[in-house]
């Protein structure tokens, strides 16, 4: 058996935060705002994952209401769900995602998210692939007023 899942996120870029995407700290002079650490492809792949199990989305296991996960790192969200799709009796098929920012450049540093990944999700390399793309300058992204990232995920029953 098989299972679909999709999940999409949106964080705005401000000054004095990090910038964390795909588990990986970015050099740059802007970072993503959020109850977390904000990990806009972290999220969008929990999400990809909740969607596939039929188990709601990342706001409802981890309220932004709750203090116990303000900062926190959003590895441990992914760990966590990933510990319910293995509970849950299933395992990564292959994970598709797209990181849309204008800018900083990402593309050094996907190989390294690509490993973190899949680490976190107790999955082969080869089952996860990580893209990056501009919107041409165009909308909220194109202006540098936030990143946003979706994923899709195909999850296999473990038999
Ligand atoms: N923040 C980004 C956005 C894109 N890239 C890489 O640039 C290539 C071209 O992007 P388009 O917007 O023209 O689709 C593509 O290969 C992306 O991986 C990047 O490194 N950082
Ligand atoms: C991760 C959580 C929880 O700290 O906070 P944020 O970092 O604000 O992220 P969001 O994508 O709005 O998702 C759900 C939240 O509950």
């Given amino acids: 058996m098989m299972r679909i899942g999709h999940g999409y996120d949106v964080h ?11 588990g990986v700290e970015i050099d740059y002079h802007y970072g993503l705002l959020g109850h977390s650490d904000a ?14 199990l039929g188990e709601g989305d990342i706001g409802k296991h981890f309220p932004d ?12 969200l ?7 799709m293995l509970g849950s009796g299933f395992r990564i098929g292959n994970l598709d995602s797209t990181i849309i920012c ?18 976190d999700c107790q999955a082969e390399i080869g089952r996860i692939n990580v893209k990056a793309t501009t ?13 946003a990232a979706d994923a899709v995920v195909l999850l296999e029953k473990i038999v």
């Fill in 12 to 22: 705005q870029l401000v000054s004095d935060r990090d910038l964390i995407i795909g």
């Fill in 39 to 52: 990990d806009v492809l972290l999220h969008a792949i929990c999400d990809a994952i909740l969607g596939a």
């Fill in 65 to 76: 209401s709750d203090p116990a996960f303000k900062g926190i790192d959003s590895r441990k």
């Fill in 78 to 84: 992914l760990r966590h769900v990933v510990e319910k």
């Fill in 102 to 119: 204008q800018r900083p450049k990402l593309a050094p540093h996907i190989p390294q998210m690509v490993e973190r990944i899949a680490e």
């Fill in 135 to 147: 919107t041409e300058k165009l909308g909220f992204t194109g202006r540098g007023e936030g990143i």
